[in-house]
């Protein structure tokens, strides 16, 4: 399980990555509006994420667990600048995003 943060690390990146693609060009292609469902659905369990990293703390040696922690905590905070600094997803925009 513990594993499972590493995948997450490059998936939260190219999650961020379409939500500042989204921001310049106010658009979504269906794969990556398949991506941020599947995203979502895949990690939206909080218990099984606090267990994941429980587990690579407890398994993982401290110079590798905080390495990869450090990273998961920079493509988070990368994750909640974007929703503060731009209102991505009111209705008006979810509507015609979806609509073209």
Known sequence: MA??????????????????DFLI???????????IT???KQYNNTK????AILELVLDKPKEQYTLVLNSLRTEI????????KHP???????SRVCYN
């Open 38 to 40: 599947d995203f979502y």
């Open 88 to 94: 991505l997803f009111d209705n008006e925009v979810i």
């Open 3 to 20: 594993g499972e943060i590493q995948i997450m690390i490059p998936q939260y990146g190219e999650l961020n990555r379409i939500y500042n």
């Open 77 to 84: 905070e990368k994750n909640i600048l974007i929703y503060e």
């Open 25 to 35: 060009s106010h658009t979504f292609s269906f794969d990556r509006q398949k991506f």
């Open 48 to 51: 099984a994420f606090e267990a």
